[in-house]
């Protein structure tokens, strides 16, 4: 039977619990795990993006340093000067690196499929001698013979385990089809502003 009395004392118990206006340690803890990693997502991009992300020239320091270490041990020191050299950051800083990664994992991702849409264009065109025809009669500035050439010689290496050459060429050709087909629309962007 538990006794009534124990713990009485005559004050009520929240009289005297402290209220803490800064963050706890764990929450401290998270908060420098979650920069330490976005330090790891910029070690992790390429050089020439790391140097256009805008920040201090003492963290791009610190992270292009990281790149260049192979050591395992020396690397992990390293990226945990950099989690140091990030907690230093203002909060928009830190809000513009974010965004920038972002944008580079956006244009990523849209890149990368439209890559898969052309190389299931070029299979499509290796299956399939309908899918020539309608290629030509969307891009008449082709030259027939010379796809038809190299449609023959893809299925050939492929069949004979040969080094895809004219399979890769075929792939570049696409590519170039591409790539002009999404500057025509800028420049009705920039017809349509000319004309308001």
């Not at 004050?11 to 206006?21: A, G, L």
């Not at 790539?179 to 502003?193: G, L, M």
Request: charged share 35%.
């Amino acid at each position: 039977m538990p006794n009534p009395n124990r713990g009485s004392c005559g004050f009520q118990s929240t009289e005297f619990e402290q209220e803490y206006e800064r963050p706890s340690k764990s929450e401290l803890k998270r908060q420098m795990t979650a920069l330490q990693k976005l330090g790891a997502e910029l070690i992790a991009e390429p050089r020439d993006r790391v140097k256009r992300v805008p920040m201090p020239e003492d963290v791009r320091d610190a992270i292009l340093e990281c790149q260049l270490i192979k050591d395992h041990e020396g690397r992990r020191r390293q990226l945990q000067y950099v989690g140091k050299k990030m907690r230093s950051l203002e909060e928009h800083e830190l809000a513009a690196i974010q965004k920038m990664l972002d944008s580079w994992k956006g244009a990523s991702k849209s890149e990368t499929a439209a890559l898969h849409a052309i190389e299931r264009k070029r299979d499509k065109l290796l299956a399939d001698d309908k899918a020539l025809t309608v290629l030509l009669e969307q891009n008449p500035q082709l030259e027939a013979q010379h796809l038809r050439t190299l449609i023959r010689n893809a299925r050939k290496e492929q069949a004979e385990n040969k080094p895809p050459k004219a399979y890769r060429e075929l792939f570049q050709i696409l590519k170039s089809l591409q790539a002009p087909a999404a500057q025509p629309t800028d420049d009705e962007d920039d017809v349509d502003e000319d004309q308001s």
